[in-house]
């Protein structure tokens, strides 16, 4: 799958959702765990698209 930051941001917010949803401390952990490695894929989806658009500046000859 593409790099999404919107997309993985999205999962982690329904992660936090059903973090709260629930009343048993074990799946509110899982939910908070999992919520959190979808937060640091979006950070890195984000720096992937930073550092493409660098290098696309980078690469594109001066007029």
Known sequence: MAENPAFYRDRAREQR????????????NRCLSAAESWERMAERGEGIGRRQAERL??????E
Not at 57 to 62: E, G, I, S
Request: aromatic letters at 0%; a negative charge.
């Open 17 to 28: 959702d059903a973090a709260e949803a629930t009343t048993l401390a074990n799946v509110r």
């Open 57 to 62: 500046v980078a690469a594109t000859p001066a």
